[in-house]
């Protein structure tokens, strides 16, 4: 059975940082490329970056690059998010998932909180 559990969010003030972890078990994480989404109150899933299955390429959306980076450890399987210069507009619940835009980016875990106050 595929696991997945966000951890690491939490309350910051706008321009500070976080960094987020997902612990994935129940499935051949190497073999995955892997993806972080996030979902707003009253807001669509939204993508925000994938990292290759052997960290061989990144790739983020508009609205978090230059900002978040992705990066993972096959050795014991866990996947991260760096959040930098965090904006208001970046609250919302976290996911990690092995899935992709063909599939809702499902399975996806429990969610980890990123709340940004002004």
């Known amino acids: 059975e595929v696991q997945l559990v966000e951890s690491g969010g939490g309350l910051v003030q706008a321009g500070g940082s976080l960094r987020l972890s997902c612990a994935a078990s129940?499935?051949?994480?190497?073999?995955?490329?892997m993806r972080w989404v996030r979902q707003a109150p009253g807001k669509a899933l939204e993508w925000i970056a994938t990292?290759?299955?052997?960290?061989?390429?990144?790739d983020y959306a508009d609205s978090v690059k230059g900002r978040f980076t992705v990066s993972r450890d096959n050795n014991v399987n866990m996947l991260y998010l760096q959040l930098n210069s965090l904006k208001t507009e970046d609250t919302a619940m976290y996911y990690c998932?092995?899935?992709?835009?063909?599939?809702?980016?499902?399975?996806r875990g429990q969610g980890t909180q990123v709340t940004v106050s002004s």
């Open positions: 129940g499935f051949s994480f190497s073999a995955y490329n």
């Open positions: 990292i290759g299955d052997y960290s061989d390429f990144t």
């Open positions: 998932t092995n899935g992709g835009k063909w599939n809702d980016y499902e399975p």
